[in-house]
C-alpha cells in the first residue's frame, strides 16, 4: 500500500508539472502577447488636439473683422481669415467645416479697435456658442498706441489674457483655442513708407506708436519704433508661454509675426490692414497650425 501511495503522488506531481509548464508557455509564448503589452496600449491616452473641430468662434480685434479689407473704413466679416465666406480667402471656417458648416457653426466676435482687455469679455461671449474652437488675434492695438509711452504694459497684456482663457475654461473645459501671434508692425510700417498715398493715411492717426513720421529717421524716431517692436516681441512670448500652460492651446510659432508680407497683403485704402490675399494668407497659416499633427514649436 505504501509503494502504491509513493507512485500516485509521484505520477500527480508529473502531471501537475506538465500543467503549469503548459500555463507558463501561455503567459509568455505561443502568440500571446508579451507581459505589459496589453495594459500599454489600453493605458494610451487618447490624442488630447482634435485636428478637425466641428465649429469655430473668432475674438480679437479689426484683422479678424476684415476692416478696410472691402471699403475704406468698414468692417468685411466676410473676408475674415478666421470666418469669412468670400471664396478668394478661403477661411479657416470654410477649410475645416466646407461652405455650409461655415455659414452654419462659425461665428465672430471680434470688434474693430479692441485691446487684450477687451477679450475676455469676447471670450465670454464666444463660449455661449459651445464651439469646439476658438480663433484669438489680439494684440497689435495694444502697442498701436498714440505713444510708446501708452502701450499696454506686459504684465497688464499677460492678466488679461489669462483672464480670458480662465473664462473660456471655466465653461468649456475642453474646447481648443489657436492663438494667433502679433503680426510685424516694423515690417509694416517698411512696406507701406514707399507709398505716398499709404503715408497720408497714416497721418491720420493710424497706429501713431509706429507709423507717425513716416520718414523721420532720426535716432529718436528709431528708439521709438525699436521699443514698440520690441513690446510686440514680449506680447508674443506671453502669448506662447500661457498658451503653453493649457494642454488644448495651439501658438502660431509666430509664423504671422515672421511671415514677410508686402505690399500685395496690405489694403489698400489704409496700408495697415491685411487686403483680401493678406486675409487669405493668415487663413493658409491658422489651417496649418491647427491641422498639423504637432503645436508649432
Known amino acids: 500500500m505504501r509503494k502504491r501511495s509513493s507512485r500516485g503522488r509521484a505520477a500527480l506531481a508529473v502531471v501537475a508539472a506538465a500543467v503549469l509548464g503548459v500555463a ?22 487618447a490624442p488630447v488636439w482634435d485636428r478637425s473641430p466641428g465649429s ?6 479689426s484683422i479678424t473683422r476684415g476692416f478696410d479689407a ?10 475674415s481669415w478666421a470666418t469669412g465666406s468670400d471664396a478668394k480667402v478661403d477661411s479657416l471656417a470654410v477649410r475645416l467645416l466646407g461652405v455650409t458648416g ?21 471670450m465670454a461671449q464666444a463660449a455661449t ?26 504684465a497688464d497684456f499677460r492678466a488679461q489674457f489669462e483672464d480670458a482663457l480662465r473664462i473660456l475654461r471655466s465653461a468649456l473645459p475642453k474646447t481648443q ?7 510685424n508692425l516694423k515690417r509694416l510700417w517698411s512696406q507701406g513708407r514707399n507709398n505716398p498715398l499709404g503715408k497720408e493715411v497714416w497721418k491720420l492717426g493710424i497706429c501713431p506708436s509706429m507709423l507717425s513720421d ?14 514698440v517692436q520690441q513690446r510686440v516681441v514680449e506680447y508674443n512670448k506671453v502669448l506662447k508661454e500661457v498658451c503653453a500652460k493649457d494642454r488644448r ?14 505690399t500685395d497683403q496690405l489694403s489698400h485704402w489704409d496700408w495697415f490692414h491685411p487686403s483680401k490675399d493678406g486675409q487669405a494668407r493668415l487663413a493658409a497659416i491658422a489651417y496649418r497650425t491647427i491641422t498639423a499633427p504637432d503645436p508649432a514649436a
Open 177 to 183: 483655442v489657436y492663438v494667433a501671434s502679433v503680426p
Open 102 to 122: 461655415a455659414a452654419e457653426r462659425s461665428w465672430n466676435y471680434a470688434v474693430t479697435g479692441a485691446r487684450m482687455a477687451d477679450l475676455p469679455d469676447q
Open 129 to 154: 456658442r459651445a464651439p469646439q474652437l476658438v480663433t484669438v488675434m489680439a494684440g497689435a492695438n495694444d502697442a498701436c498706441r498714440a505713444s510708446a509711452s501708452a502701450m499696454t504694459p506686459v
Open 70 to 79: 472691402c471699403t475704406v473704413l468698414s468692417d468685411c466679416p466676410e473676408v
Open 24 to 45: 507558463g508557455c501561455d503567459a509568455v509564448g505561443g502568440g500571446s502577447p508579451a507581459p505589459g503589452t496589453t495594459k500599454a496600449r489600453a493605458a494610451r491616452p
Open 249 to 262: 492651446c495651439r501658438f502660431d510659432g509666430n509664423a504671422v509675426y515672421e511671415y514677410r508680407f508686402g
Open 56 to 61: 469655430i468662434a473668432a475674438v480679437g480685434d
Open 214 to 227: 513716416a520718414d523721420d529717421l532720426t535716432g529718436a524716431a528709431t528708439v521709438r519704433r525699436d521699443r
